[in-house]
């Protein structure tokens, strides 16, 4: 009788564990992301984007095999600050530099080392560049660096 009692509360604790961890889960995706968003469409479409908003438009232009590529997207992206920095003023995207429109990009904007981040106008123009990562201070004084030299020379 014993044995039954302690399997039957084991089973009831074992079940309310599951219950809980799945219910903490299911609130998580439905909360706002605080990293750095990341836009999908076309150059066209994120210039649209970035005239109809105002904004300058961030590029992550990446190789699938490139190591600080992965630790940037990984790491240093996803992080609040930058997302606080990056969706505020920027139209943000990325484009694998190999694939797809990425090809013409990386050609286009003479892409020649990995990760590169261009700064663009709504135009498409090149107003600045950050070659390699960094930590995301560094990283947010860099591209506001870009974006105050930019705005001197309007």
Do not use: H
């Not at 084991?10 to 992301?33: N, V």
């Not at 994120?46 to 232009?61: G, P, Q």
């Amino acid at each position: 009788m014993k044995k039954w009692i302690v399997a039957t509360l084991l089973l009831f604790f074992t079940a309310g564990a599951f219950a809980q961890t799945g219910g903490s889960a299911q609130s998580k995706k439905s909360e706002t992301p605080k990293g750095t968003v990341f836009r999908s469409g076309t150059m066209k479409e994120l210039l649209a984007a970035s005239a109809k908003e105002k904004k300058y438009v961030f590029i992550d232009v990446y190789a699938t095999w490139c190591g600080p590529c992965k630790y940037m997207a990984a790491k240093i992206f996803p992080q609040e600050k930058m997302g606080t920095y990056f969706n505020k003023n920027f139209v943000v995207a990325k484009f694998d530099a190999e694939r797809g429109e990425g090809v013409s990009i990386a050609e286009k904007y003479n892409v020649r080392a990995y990760p590169t981040f261009l700064i663009l106008d709504s135009t498409g123009k090149e107003v600045g560049r950050i070659v390699g990562g960094a930590d995301p201070d560094d990283f947010i004084a860099k591209v506001q660096e870009v974006v105050d030299n930019a705005q001197k020379d309007k």
